[in-house]
Every structure is written in C-alpha cells, then in structure tokens.
C-alpha cells in the first residue's frame, strides 16, 4: 500500500528501532523509510502518483543521493546515534555503519550524520558538532573528572535536548534522553554533590526535581532549569522562557 498509512507503519518501525537503540530493526527499516518518503513528498508535490500494484516505489542510485533523500537519511541516522551515545552503546553506532556500508557503499544516505560523532572538533560551531561531541563520550565512556561532571552533563543534556526537538525522531529520541538524565543527576545527588554550587540551597532542588516520576521532556527541561545555578550556569531571559515552557505540564 502506497498511503499515509504505509508512511504510518513505516515511521512506527523506524522508531522503535531509534528509540531502543537496535542496530539490526535500524537497517531493516531504513531504506523503507527513505522510499515511503520519497514517494509521499513527490506524490504532494503532484510528481508521483499511487503505483497500479500499490507497492511503494523503490529509490535508484540517483535518487538515494538526491537531496530530500540525503536530508531524511541523514535525520534518521543522527537520532539513532544521539539514543545509542545515550546507552554508551558504541557497538550499536559501528554495526549500523558497517551495514550501510555494505549495502551501500562508504557514501551511503546520511554518511555525513556519523561525522559529527566520530571527528574530533576542537571548536563545534554548531548544534550537530555539540552534540555529535558530546555523544563521542557517551560512546567511549569517557567521564569528566567529578569536579567537571555535572556541568557536563548539564550542557550535553540541553544540547540533546535542542537537537530532538528539530528531529522527526523526538520522543524516540527524549525518552532515553529522560532516562539518561535521571541517572545522570541520581549519580551527583549520591556522589557529586559536594561539587554542586550553594550545595545547601540545590541539594532540596535536585531531590525535587528527581521526585517527578514521568520521563518525559517536561522532566528533562524542569531538571535543565532547576539545575543551572547548581553547575553555575546562567540563562538568559530567552532560555529561561524556552525551557519554562517546556517544563509546564497542562
């Protein structure tokens, strides 16, 4: 079937395969997801029409590098890195590389998500470089030192947070964001609290915040909020009404 409704069972797939982390249903589910979308982009665009047999056309060596494609491909390819890095799970980030590349070649669709994740930027300019070098430590397990980690945290989860909400992928990509979060910050009310800024004031914030028992984007923009001056982070007037907003629950 050749619909929104394939569109509907395609993403679905896809986005269990995100939002678990699961290299193997990812490269079962990427190219059909490319193709669905493909064709429901030209199809509104008065440039397809529904196939006599039904069955959702498949894309050429040209059109996998045309740039809608490329745009879809590299989406979803950046969403599964940013949950697998949440996981630490490197080996999840590899497989799914060396499958698109033995499909498809070294310039497979969406290739150049994975450079954020694997060059090392001494500078990231912008939001795909934050988080792409943020998640390279997810990736390696490599912790900052104690006195530096909450801060840490603290920037990657806004980073991560900014980057799903302009993702096709954003509750699949929240929820393990959510999750990470709350570890994250468990950890510094057990170990790292004598690192924490006006300890005695943020302490009670902290329990608070991690009293919230939904892991949801409320919950990870309430934790941002009420945890910056604890990592002696100023917002701005702007960031403060972002992340406001986002922690408002109806």
């Known amino acids: 079937m050749t619909d929104t409704a394939e569109l509907v069972k395609r993403k679905k797939a896809i986005n269990l395969a995100v939002v678990h982390g699961d ?15 493909a064709f429901i982009t030209a199809q509104r665009a008065g440039a397809a029409q529904v ?13 996998l590098k045309s740039g809608g494609v490329v745009h ?14 949440l996981k630490g799970d490197k080996g999840a980030v590899d497989k799914v590389e060396a499958g698109l590349i033995a499909r498809f070649g070294g310039d497979f669709p969406g290739a150049p998500a994975l450079w954020s994740f694997r060059s090392k930027i001494d500078e990231p300019a912008t939001l795909e470089d934050h988080v792409g070098q943020a998640a ?16 840490e945290n603290w920037s990657a989860g806004l ?17 393990p964001l959510a999750c990470w979060t709350r570890e994250k910050w468990g950890e510094t009310l057990e170990k790292g609290v ?10 009670p914030v902290l329990r608070e915040a991690l009293a919230e028992p939904r892991n949801d984007e409320p919950f990870v923009a309430n934790m941002l909020l ?25």
């Open 159 to 175: 980073r991560f947070l900014e980057k799903a909400r302009k993702s096709n992928f954003p509750q699949e990509i929240i929820y």
């Open 23 to 37: 290299p193997d249903a990812f490269l079962a589910h990427f190219l059909g997801w490319l193709e669905i979308t």
């Open 136 to 151: 390279q430590k997810m990736l390696l397990g490599d912790l900052p030192p104690p006195p530096l980690r909450a801060k």
């Open 51 to 63: 196939p006599a047999d039904g069955i959702t056309p498949a894309l050429n060596d040209a059109q």
């Open 72 to 85: 879809v491909a590299k989406d979803a390819l950046f969403a599964f890195c940013m949950t697998a890095a």
């Open 226 to 250: 009420k945890m910056a001056p604890a990592v002696d982070m100023e917002l701005n007037d702007d960031a403060q009404g972002f992340l406001r907003s986002l922690a408002r629950r109806a």
């Open 194 to 203: 004598a690192f924490m800024v006006h300890i005695e004031d943020n302490v």
